[in-house]
């Protein structure tokens, strides 16, 4: 079994910045994509970006430009620092990985718990 924790969310003032992380641990072999979605109240989950082993990433169009995704192969974590944040930006935020396990050829999506972000105009 793998967990992911999410640390990182918060409220802050439109145009602020947060950090988001999301450290993946249990029975680890392989880690590949790693990212971001979210979910506003009302609406449905969407990517927020996404992030490979090498490093190579997705943004939506909505993050471009003000989000950066990286991650640290080493410690099985990935990150979203979000800047010039506004308050549609509000939503919960939830990691994923894609992960294979120790021990089985599959691979499997696993979900972080969820952290909020609440941007105030």
């Known amino acids: 079994q793998v967990q992911l924790a999410e640390s990182g969310g918060g409220f802050v003032q439109a145009g602020g910045s947060l950090r988001l992380s999301c450290a993946a641990s249990?029975?680890?072999?392989?880690?590949?994509?790693m990212g971001w979605y979210r979910q506003a109240p009302g609406k449905q989950r969407e990517l927020v970006a996404s992030?490979?082993?090498?490093?190579?990433?997705d943004y939506t169009d909505s993050a471009t430009g003000r989000f950066t995704i990286s991650r640290d192969n080493a410690k099985n974590t990935v990150y979203l620092q979000m800047s010039r944040l506004k308050p549609e930006d509000t939503a919960v935020y939830y990691c994923y990985a894609d992960v294979r396990e120790e021990y089985d050829r599959n691979r499997y999506d696993y979900w972080g718990q969820g952290t909020q972000v609440t941007v105030s105009s």
């Open positions: 992030i490979s082993y090498g490093g190579r990433t």
């Open positions: 249990g029975s680890i072999r392989t880690i590949y994509n």
